[in-house]
């Protein structure tokens, strides 16, 4: 059965930190590249952060940039976000999906491209 299993939600203070697992499992996703992607209550589901298969190319939407890190182990089928210095702002459902359609970061912070998707992980950032 493929599924992707989001963990490490919870709620955290602004300027605080948290590490969210995405894993997989019923396919190999050493061959997938994943996203991380998020909503929050009434809004559109936004795109924040990509990291191929191989882990070399990755990219991030400019409202984390610098403070949000995607890292990945192949044998442990997870990808990791790495989230610091967390804002009110970043309260969301957060979400990771794997695709074996994208060739390069083009593409990779929009939904369209991705086959798998995890149920999501709660985020809260309040103090």
């Known amino acids: 059965q493929v599924q992707l299993v989001e963990s490490g939600g919870g709620l955290v203070q602004p300027g605080g930190s948290l590490r969210l697992s995405c894993v997989a499992s019923?396919?190999?996703?050493?061959?997938?590249?994943v996203g991380w992607f998020r909503q929050a209550p009434g809004k559109e589901r936004e795109g924040i952060s990509y990291?191929?298969?191989?882990?070399?190319?990755?990219n991030y939407a400019a409202s984390v940039k610098g403070r949000f890190t995607m890292s990945r182990d192949n044998a442990e089928n997870t990808v990791y976000l790495q989230m610091n210095n967390l804002r009110p702002e970043d309260t969301a459902v957060y979400y990771c999906?794997?695709?074996?359609?994208?060739?390069?970061?083009?593409?990779?912070?929009?939904?369209?491209?991705?086959?798998?998707w995890g149920q999501g992980t709660q985020v809260t950032v309040a103090s």
């Open positions: 019923g396919f190999p996703l050493e061959y997938y590249g």
């Open positions: 999906a794997a695709t074996r359609r994208l060739h390069g970061i083009n593409g990779s912070l929009r939904s369209s491209p991705y086959e798998y």
């Open positions: 990291i191929s298969g191989s882990g070399s190319n990755s």
